[in-house]
């Protein structure tokens, strides 16, 4: 068993979306810091889903945060396109966060004053490399294939909880990304819509090529993976 969810062995096997090599990260003050990651390696390949499980508290959101450029690691580095991006500018991070990533939280953080499509759009917006009408015809298929076809136009404050999670996903997927970072993306969710969330995710990862690493807690999700990382104490464990 490879803990490394390396398939270089393959020989004609793609270059990783993403890399990360020996990423170590401390969090707090004083007496009080903590080991948090102690030294991760890991490869993420197109078309592959990653279930990222482990007990509470044992860094996975903290790997998503290095991983997503939202933190940097305090030793290791991460690479897209031999690009090491951890010891990037803030600027080149921002940029790469944009054109290559996707994120879905626990929390879908859309913005309630906005539509279903407004919130599509923005990170198109931020990219900027759309015309409006291209950002708006894209941000209605990308609702449409998550089922929201008909309530592209609804304030996100007027949508349930599935059907927010839902366009967070749509969001998610507005730049193309390579790689979907989500962080218990049906954590608040039902068994219905959870079921519904995950299911898309694994769509998109098969149909487009893209990579998705989800942390869950849910072991059922998890085992429809086509990898599982296993995290204990910071480390990826058997
Ligand atoms: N600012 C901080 N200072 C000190 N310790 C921190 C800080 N932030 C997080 N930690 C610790 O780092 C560890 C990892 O946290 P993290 O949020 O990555 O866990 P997790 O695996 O995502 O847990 P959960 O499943 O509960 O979401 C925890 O023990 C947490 O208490
Ligand atoms: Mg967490």
Known sequence: MNRTADHTAAGDSPAPVLEARGLHRWLGEAEGRVHVLCGLDLKLYPEKSYAVVGPSGCGKSTLLYLLGLLDR??????????????AGTDEARTRARSAYLGFVFQFHFLLPEFTAAENVMLPMR??????????????????????????THRFANHLSGGEQQRVAIARSLANKPRLILADEPTGN??????????????????????????????????????????????????
């Open 73 to 86: 690691p305090d030793e290791g580095a991460i690479f897209v396109d031999e690009t090491n991006l951890s």
């Open 126 to 151: 931020k990219l900027g490399r759309l015309g409006d009408s291209e950002m708006r015809d894209r941000a209605e298929a990308l609702l449409r294939d998550v089922g929201l076809g008909d309530k």
């Open 189 to 238: 969710l039902d068994m219905r819509n959870s079921t519904l969330v995950f299911d898309l995710l694994q769509q998109v990862a098969h149909d487009k090529g893209q990579a998705i690493l989800i942390v869950t807690h849910n072991r059922e999700l998890a085992d429809q993976c086509d990898e599982i990382l296993s995290m204990r104490d910071g480390r990826f464990v058997e």
